[in-house]
């Protein structure tokens, strides 16, 4: 369960720094 949590929490971190790279890209 703790895996699937850090995955989880991962993902969020990765989506997260993704949407600063597009808004960084558009302004």
Known sequence: M???ERLR???A???EAKDICDFNFFF
């Open 13 to 15: 971190l990765l989506a």
């Open 9 to 11: 929490e991962r993902a």
């Open 2 to 4: 703790g895996i699937v």
